[in-house]
C-alpha cells in the first residue's frame, strides 16, 4: 500500500513540475514579446500604469539625492514587476483555457 501511495505522490509531483515549466515558458514568452520592459512602447506603457506605492521609499530616497542613476534603477525594477505581473497574468489565464 506505501508503494502504490508513493507512485501517486511521485506522479502528482511530476503533474507539478509540467506545469510549473509550462507556466514559467508561457511567462518568459510574454515578457520577450507582448510584455518585453525593453520595448520602448511596452516600458511607457507600463511606467504610466505601475504603481510607484511599493517603491516609494527608494524612490523618494534616490530622489532626495539627485542621484538619477539610483532614479532609473528604482523606475526600471518597478516596470520589470509590473510586466512580469502582466505576464503571469495572461500565463495563468492561458492555462485555465487549456
Known sequence: ?????????DSRKHESDEFDH???MRTERHLQTDWNPTNYETFLDALFD????????????????????AIGVVIMAAVLDYCTDIAKQLAKEEMGQS
Open 1 to 9: 500500500m506505501s508503494r502504490v501511495y508513493d507512485q501517486w505522490l
Open 22 to 24: 509550462e507556466f514559467e
Open 50 to 69: 505601475v504603481d510607484l506605492e511599493p517603491w516609494n521609499k527608494e524612490l523618494m530616497q534616490a530622489v532626495a539625492k539627485q542621484d538619477a542613476q
